[in-house]
């Protein structure tokens, strides 16, 4: 194949990809409700700060892993939580 053709077609693909992810549906008030209730039930927040910077490395790093920035840092807290404990009880 030649690769001006092979160019064209990564690139249809991606206009493809982003096309399809760029269709979202709307909303209803009763899942906007589920949804409040879900998080307000089952859900806690904790904010933090990092140095300007950082949070485009972390969120970055996390798509790269194919995860959300969110799941990126609850594995990392998750991953020191069970080495510290490790930790402890080695000593």
Known sequence: MHSDNLLTIIMWDEIIKVGRSDKRMATSPAQLKANKKYQEEKLEEIKFRVPK????????HAKKQGESTNAFILRAVDQTIQSDE????DK
């Open 53 to 60: 910077g950082r949070k485009t490395q972390i969120q970055e």
């Open 86 to 89: 490790q930790e402890r009880r």
